[in-house]
């Protein structure tokens, strides 16, 4: 699978935000759209366009456009954070929706909606939420796109776990990853170390 871990200045300073414990939510939502677009701007760095002719003021000169725009999928709630920076970047984007909540006992993801495209075949999509821990919120989401066709998938993600990028793998599914970084591993509660605590909580409080 193919990972690009975003290793930037600017990127590392926005994460340390994120992992302050001392950032309240209204700084970490902010410092999330931050790096959101830096992660979003590197994950479509190799995008297709089309050219076109477009009209200067003073002349005709190429133009260009993405040859296929994306549906980016938000994984609710912390990825709610990372959807209005995407599709400000990318306007042309559909958007779809996942929710699932992790069971804190079994640490296994709990589905409760779902909001996609039927035909997914001929579209990349960009699946957004900041953490990837064990990989099992990813993996369903994955799994509902790859059922509606979906052949080029990325995970755009703040903070992954060399569990949950080996979970991505070895799941054989068209996807590839970009993340600000890899971390150490998972706590016996399944919490990324050193990671930022649980995304959804630091932006919109417990659950
Ligand atoms: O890789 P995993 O082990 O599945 O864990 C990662 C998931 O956990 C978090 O969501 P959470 O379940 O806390 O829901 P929330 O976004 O509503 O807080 C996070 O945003 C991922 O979706
Ligand atoms: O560290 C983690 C693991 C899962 N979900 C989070 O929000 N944080
Ligand atoms: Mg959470």
Same mark, same amino acid.
């Given at each position: 699978? #193919?990972?690009?871990?975003?290793?930037?200045?600017?990127?590392?300073?926005?994460?340390?935000?994120?992992?302050?414990?001392?950032?309240? #939510?209204?700084?970490?939502?902010?410092? !999330?759209?931050?790096?959101?677009?830096?992660?979003?701007?590197?994950?479509?760095? =190799?995008?297709?366009?089309?050219?076109?002719?477009?009209?200067?003021?003073?002349?005709?000169?190429? $133009?260009?456009?993405?040859? #296929?725009?994306? !549906?980016?999928?938000?994984? !609710?709630?912390?990825?709610? /954070?990372?959807?209005?920076?995407?599709?400000?970047?990318?306007?042309?984007?559909?958007?779809?929706?996942?929710?699932?909540?992790? =069971?804190?006992?079994?640490?296994?993801?709990?589905?409760?909606?779902?909001?996609?495209?039927?035909?997914?075949?001929?579209?990349? %999509?960009?699946? !957004?939420?900041?953490?990837?821990?064990?990989?099992?919120?990813?993996?369903?989401?994955?799994?509902?796109?790859?059922?509606? $066709?979906?052949?080029?998938?990325?995970?755009?993600?703040? %903070?992954?776990?060399?569990? $949950?990028?080996?979970?991505?793998?070895?799941? $054989?599914?068209?996807?590839?990853?970009?993340?600000?970084?890899?971390?150490? /591993?998972? =706590?016996? =509660?399944?919490?990324?170390?050193? /990671?930022?605590?649980?995304?959804?909580?630091?932006?919109?409080?417990?659950?």
């Amino acid at each position: 699978m #193919n990972t690009r871990v975003v290793d930037h200045p600017l990127a590392a300073t926005l994460l340390t935000t994120l992992r302050d414990s001392r950032t309240d #939510n209204a700084a970490f939502r902010a410092a !999330l759209r931050s790096l959101t677009h830096m992660l979003v701007y590197e994950a479509m760095r =190799d995008a297709p366009v089309a050219r076109f002719d477009v009209e200067t003021p003073l002349t005709t000169t190429d $133009g260009f456009a993405l040859a #296929n725009p994306p !549906l980016l999928v938000p994984v !609710l709630r912390a990825g709610l /954070g990372m959807v209005d920076t995407a599709s400000q970047l990318v306007p042309q984007a559909g958007v779809g929706f996942v929710g699932i909540a992790r =069971d804190e006992e079994t640490h296994q993801p709990v589905p409760y909606l779902e909001s996609l495209p039927a035909d997914l075949s001929p579209t990349p %999509v960009y699946v !957004l939420d900041p953490m990837l821990a064990t990989g099992g919120s990813m993996l369903h989401t994955i799994e509902l796109l790859v059922a509606r $066709g979906a052949a080029d998938i990325t995970a755009v993600c703040v %903070v992954a776990a060399p569990e $949950g990028v080996a979970a991505l793998e070895a799941s $054989g599914h068209p996807v590839r990853l970009v993340t600000a970084a890899v971390d150490a /591993g998972l =706590d016996d =509660d399944a919490y990324i170390v050193p /990671g930022l605590g649980d995304a959804g909580d630091r932006q919109f409080g417990p659950r």
